[in-house]
């Protein structure tokens, strides 16, 4: 599966940048706007190492904010799951602000936070965080009734076993929403960084705006896609052993009746 | 995929190519796109006026004067056909041509850099380069100062690990609460504003000078497209009479008042006193003496420039500057 | 009395005419009491209505004595988190884990204990699932093809067991085997369509034990009532 990943990155990545040297050569471009492969490489060799530190800085950042934003989301579909009045209005909240670009009250962030990590950490947070909480409430809502039934009418159902049920009975759809709200924590921790930021990739990708140095940004594209296929791939196999350990070793169904 | 297929997704590809193709005939018209290099004040005097009094259009020109900023690269745009003229410094010219852009050189508009670094007094004088070591230094990422202090880094031995490079764009906080050591400005415009500013709040500050220490760049010039120059030099020529007459007109001391009110209705947040400061400094950079042409490009200058960056590794190799600038007597 | 339906009417929310219609029937005895009928004609909501599990336009429920009415069918599942023998352990109480020993031998599920529910047969499910109902303290049990997946001969068996165990509790039976239900359950309610007057007809049952000969041509004579009631 990760290798997958890898192989599907390399092939999107080679792709553009031959597209990209395919406008250079046609339009009769210049190193200077489209970098060609020597320019490349040479940027490649002598940022590399560089930008690997700051798209780890970046992804901590993601990662802190997206595990941050599981446990509020989980906190708060839990709590909004019921028909009560606050459930509603969890609901039709979780809703409509879902709907906003979170990304664009980066500034205002800034601005308050200063354009250190909390800034960047909240902002990661916020960004996956409405998505991941429609998919919990979304959960935690549906009567799984064909197992709480007997519960319900034995008096044994608590709150923890509704849970507990609709969570098992949903790992798929939970795990699914969990990796890609990497993507969308990475995602919004760059731009963030772009925006505002003094450190991690998105930072390095405005300088190299600045400098209008293309081969640059190729590079860091490059580091962040391996990375990113790299954590999905661990989010994957988490989400894997997860399932194996909660569901078990799938067996062999007893044949027929005896 | 079959044929029809990779005909359609090749089919953005072509036209994206034929538009730029096309884009030469485009440019023989009267309607120009003129990038700065920063934001519109008194550093951009002579472009405004050019443009606010009717220069441009009694030459049959319609301009469209768009300011410049930390994202923005008027190399870039001539390269790509967004902008027909730009403004940018020689470092930035001579780094661009060292990776192949076709850009040309048409007039100089400042005789002298006034780029240098205003700091705060508290921690001493800054005499000589060494001083930069374990400093903060702003720089605007792309543009010459960053080059510029680059150079002085490398010219005093200092370690790049030794100097913090900090990302500069439009606001000046970051400086005023000290989180930064040493900030570039314009010695003509935020040299002045700024300078106002502390000095009104009891502040000291002091100006890092990189001509004192024997960095002397070459700042904002005239650019445009080989291109342009070689299929439309008719537009050029008028383009370039009508900038200049503007810049004559507005560092005239007689046209003082009208250069202020131009530039005032671009730059809102100064007032008049000190537009009026910075037009005055201005003049000393753009006709530092009565007999110096406006727009003159100063070759020993250019060559110079070329030879410090070369001496520090800005650029690996010569990129015959010579070939590039091409001042409008040697244009007609 | 143990469970009164009198005058019910019920439909769906949104549909145009109810499927019950003004039913009354009237539960005296412990036993299997079957519901039987066509497809569609409404045994599964009047055994809703009987659950408390919907609550009826027009009529009333009463229930006798003490336990409450639980309704079960075929399309439950347990948790699949762990065994069926955990799961089995933390519902059955104390007084009755003697009971439910029995019962798992009873039914023949000793040797599935240590699997999960999803990897035991349709029929297994079923008998699992039921097993856990009747270690429940209850006072009638009513159960929807609760066995639907079960073979005739293992069905049969459990039917008797139940009666052998549970000789004073109230077992609602809804099944389509017409044999099965003439021949185990001891009265009949054959619901018919809602415009049909009245809407349910009673039978009786041979309501046959372990311990009897069973009576073919009775059985068959009940076969036909309940096949011509309708």
Request: aromatic share 10%; net charge neutral; glycine share 8%.
């Amino acid at each position: 599966m990760l290798i997958r990943r890898l192989y599907q990155f390399l092939m999107i990545y080679f792709l553009g940048v031959g597209v990209l040297l395919a406008l250079k050569y046609g339009a009769g471009l210049s190193d200077y706007v489209v970098p060609g492969p020597v320019l490349i490489w040479r940027t490649c060799m002598d940022t590399t190492a560089r930008y690997l530190s700051d798209v780890a800085d970046t992804l901590s950042v993601a990662v802190v904010g997206q595990v941050l934003s599981i446990l509020l989301a989980l906190l708060v579909g839990i709590l909004g799951r019921q028909t009560s009045w606050f459930g509603s209005f969890i609901k039709a909240a979780a809703y409509n602000v879902q709907a906003y670009p979170i990304v664009a009250l980066a500034p205002i962030i800034f601005i308050l936070l200063g354009d250190g990590w909390p800034a960047r950490l909240l902002i990661a947070a916020m960004i996956c965080y409405f998505p991941l909480l429609l998919s919990v409430l979304g959960i935690m809502s549906e009567p799984v009734v064909d197992i709480e039934h007997f519960y319900r009418q034995t008096g044994r159902m608590r709150w923890q076993l509704e849970v507990k049920i609709r969570a098992f009975e949903n790992i798929g759809k939970l795990t699914t929403v969990i990796a890609g709200s990497a993507t969308l924590a990475m995602a919004g921790t760059i731009v963030a960084e772009f925006i505002a930021a003094n450190a991690g990739i998105g930072y390095s990708i405005r300088i190299a705006l600045y400098q209008s140095d293309l081969a640059k940004i190729l590079v860091a594209l490059f580091v962040i896609g391996i990375t990113l296929s790299l954590y999905q791939g661990f989010l994957e196999w988490c989400g894997l052993r997860v399932k194996s350990a909660w569901i078990g070793q799938p067996g062999e169904p007893s044949g027929g009746e005896s | 995929m079959n044929r029809l297929t990779l005909q359609q997704f090749l089919m953005p590809v072509w036209v994206l190519i034929f538009a730029f193709a096309a884009a030469d005939q485009a440019r023989a018209v009267d309607t120009v796109v003129y990038r700065l290099k920063w934001l519109k004040n008194m550093s951009t005097a002579g472009d405004l006026v050019a443009n606010s009094l009717g220069y441009f259009e009694r030459a049959g020109l319609s301009v469209t004067v768009k300011a410049g900023g930390p994202e923005r690269d008027a190399l870039r745009e001539l390269e790509l056909g967004h902008a027909h003229f730009g403004v940018a410094s020689a470092d930035q010219v001579i780094r661009a041509r060292a990776k192949g852009a076709p850009v040309v050189v048409i007039a100089q508009l400042f005789q002298v850099n006034p780029l240098q670094w205003i700091y705060h007094m508290d921690g001493g004088a800054m005499n000589s380069p060494g001083d930069l070591e374990n400093k903060t230094i702003g720089v605007t990422f792309g543009k010459n100062d960053e080059i510029i202090m680059r150079t002085l880094i490398a010219g005093a031995g200092i370690k790049a690990t030794s100097v913090r490079l900090f990302s500069v764009r439009l606001d000046y906080t970051p400086f005023y609460k000290g989180q930064v050591d040493l900030w570039p400005v314009y010695i003509n415009t935020q040299g002045i504003e700024i300078g106002e500013k502390l000095k009104r709040a009891g502040v000291a500050v002091g100006f890092f000078d990189p001509s004192d220490h024997g960095v002397r760049f070459v700042a904002n010039s005239v650019v445009t497209s080989r291109r342009m120059m070689e299929k439309d030099s008719t537009t050029v020529r008028r383009f370039l009479g009508a900038l200049l007459e503007g810049w004559r007109f507005a560092m005239d001391p007689d046209n003082a008042g009208r250069t202020v009110t131009v530039v005032q209705g671009f730059d809102r947040d100064s007032g008049k006193a000190v537009l009026e400061a910075q037009l005055e400094a201005t003049r000393k950079l753009v006709r530092p003496s009565s007999d110096t042409a406006i727009g003159a490009i100063d070759v020993p200058a250019w060559l110079q420039t070329e030879t410090i960056m070369l001496n520090h590794g800005q650029i690996d190799a010569p990129v015959k500057v010579g070939d590039i600038l091409m001042p409008l007597s040697a244009s007609q | 009395m143990r469970l009164e339906c009198q005058d019910i009417t019920y439909g769906y929310a949104g549909s145009a005419h109810p499927v019950i219609e003004n039913l009354s029937l009237a539960i005296d005895e412990p036993g299997f009491h079957a519901l039987f009928g066509p497809s569609g004609v409404g045994k599964s909501s009047l055994a809703k209505v009987m659950a408390k599990m919907v609550e009826p336009q027009n009529g009333t429920i009463r229930v006798g004595g003490n336990g409450p009415v639980f309704y079960s069918h075929n399309m439950e599942r347990l948790p699949d988190w762990s065994p069926v023998g955990r799961h089995m352990d933390r519902i059955t109480p104390d007084h009755h884990v003697s009971l439910r020993t029995e019962l798992i031998a009873a039914f023949g599920l000793e040797a599935l204990l240590g699997h999960r529910f999803s990897q035991l047969s349709l029929g297994q499910q079923n008998r699992i699932n039921l097993l856990r109902y009747l270690v429940q303290d209850f006072q009638v049990l009513i159960m929807d093809e609760s066995l639907a997946n079960v073979d005739e001969q293992t069905r049969e068996q459990i039917l008797l067991t139940i009666k052998g165990y549970f000789p004073g509790s109230v077992f609602i039976y809804i099944s389509h085997n017409v044999g099965e239900v003439a021949t185990f359950c001891r009265q009949i309610w054959v619901l018919r369509d809602r415009r049909r007057s009245p809407q349910v007809l009673r039978r009786i049952g041979l309501d046959f034990r372990s311990d009897q000969l069973l009576d073919r041509s009775a059985l068959d004579h009940t076969m036909l009532e309940m096949m011509s009631a309708d």
